[in-house]
């Protein structure tokens, strides 16, 4: 008892110096000093306050350490599902999903539907449904038509869940200190430096305050993904598989119509050129080739037969030599 008494009148000395020590400094000091000691003043006045209440008795010393290290009542589990089931009517099927999400007081969130070259639908939606819940409407989803996967997952937040509230706590008590020297500061400069500190520490709260709901609604709510994809219709299978005549010619008119497809092709492809081509000769015939210089004309070659020349003169006969030209 005395060991008690002597520790509880030494947290009072100490308040009080340390009370004493912040009002010289808040005369000699600049205010930077200043906010520093009323700051610690209520810490050591605090602590002598518990000393003496821990000297009190010993049952209220166990209720203190309780209080300083809350634990968790509760399990926090972030519950997700992943469903993928075939069904024969995609609308009918995203009804069925949509009552019982609403039924369990959930609600639909993200939702978008496709449909493929076949004209089959498939649809994705995001259920959220309260955990009390998860398990009823994912059987109810998986009775919709046939399973094809299932993926289910679940992660323990709980020591994130009590990190975070036990940080906002210390941040509120840390605002309202700065509030109250707030209150107390006198001098401009003070003023300024509290509230810049201020502001830094109320952003730091909201971003608690934000990561707390974000964990509240994802452990409070369960997350289930499904699609849903039509069946297939399987078409009649002929028992005569030989071709025939309707075969034949659905055949040739699919090949006619094929070639005329590509025919459009080809001439859609060569078109751009042949316009291009036909355009440079039209301006070659009306704009170039006319200011050419002409070369002159050649006479056309005569066809008529030339006449014979004149015959040769008679030559008088050589001497010696009779009119027959015989010696």
Known sequence: MRIRRSRALAGVLLAAAV??????GSADDSGGSTADLAADAPAAGQAAQEDAKQGAGGGSAEGAKATAAPKATA?????TASLTVRVKDVPQALGEARTATETAGGYIGDESTARDATGHERTRVVLRVPVEKYDEVLTELEGTGKLLQRD?????VTDQVVDVESRITSQRASVARIRELMDRATRLSDVVT???ELSTRQADLESLLAQQASLKDRTGLATITLTLSETPVKKAVK?????GFTDALAGGWDAFVTMLRWLAVVIGAVL???AVAALLVLLWLKAVRPRLPRRPERAPATTATTAPGPLPAHRPAAEGTDGDGKG
Do not use: Q, T, W, Y
Not at 152 to 156: E, L, T
Not at 239 to 243: A, R, S
């Open 19 to 24: 009370a004493v020590s912040g009002c010289s």
């Open 75 to 79: 399990n926090h589990i972030i519950r």
């Open 152 to 156: 289910a997952k679940a992660r323990d």
């Open 194 to 196: 509290l509230e810049g």
């Open 239 to 243: 028992d005569d598989d030989d071709p």
């Open 272 to 274: 751009p050129f042949a």
